[in-house]
């Protein structure tokens, strides 16, 4: 008995639109979860480094709705070493930041329409790993599109993850040691 290959690309790519839909409707009901309980967040300052790594992590998991995470590191660093404070908060910041990764791997379809998303592919496509970490560098609202068209494109996740680290640390390192020298004067 033979198969008819044309059937059995048919029922891949519609098992694949369903995955890809699921996962789209989880990260966009994390996000409102997140944004609902974004003051709850606030109380894992309490366990130290791990808790700056979880704030971090969750406020970078949210979907183009912001969280205050670096307002957060620069707070803690007045309390914590800032150097560790950076390390936790870049660290959970990266690992969040691979929800929009994984949007744009499952929203791919969504996505291209936008004449942002489409300015932005371009420039990625050119210098792509250097796009990610210039925008995980700087606090800006692009990179969540930056990491919907890293997955999107299939940009190899590890990579992906390695740009955004370096970006969000060096960015953490600045923060944290803007607010240990600018919020000790208040303490």
């Given at each position: 008995?033979?198969?008819?290959?044309?059937?059995?690309?048919?029922?891949?790519?519609?098992?694949?639109?369903?995955?890809?839909?699921?996962?789209?409707?989880?990260?966009?009901?994390?996000?409102?979860?997140?944004?609902?309980?974004?003051?709850?967040?606030?109380?894992?300052?309490?366990?130290?480094?791990?808790?700056?790594?979880?704030?971090?992590?969750?406020?970078n998991a949210t979907i183009f709705v912001p969280l205050p995470g670096v307002m957060f590191t620069s707070a803690m660093a007045v309390v914590f070493n800032p150097f560790w404070v950076a390390i936790a908060s870049g660290a959970g910041a990266s690992l969040g930041e691979l929800s929009g990764y994984l949007a744009g791997f499952s929203g791919q379809p969504v996505l291209e329409k936008s004449d942002k998303y489409l300015k932005l592919k371009s420039w990625m496509q050119r210098n792509q790993n250097w796009t990610i970490f210039l925008l995980a560098l700087i606090p800006n609202p692009l990179f969540d599109m930056a990491g919907f068209i890293a997955g999107a494109s299939r940009m190899p996740v590890w990579k992906f993850f390695l740009f955004c680290l370096l970006g969000k640390l060096a960015k953490m390192l600045v923060f944290a040691y803007l607010g240990a020298g600018i919020f000790k004067g208040f303490s």
């Open positions: 008995m033979q198969t008819n290959p044309v059937a059995e690309d048919q029922k891949y790519t519609q098992s694949q639109l369903i995955v890809r839909a699921l996962v789209l409707i989880a990260l966009i009901g994390a996000t409102v979860l997140l944004v609902l309980n974004r003051d709850k967040i606030q109380h894992l300052e309490a366990l130290g480094y791990p808790g700056i790594f979880l704030v971090s992590l969750l406020s």
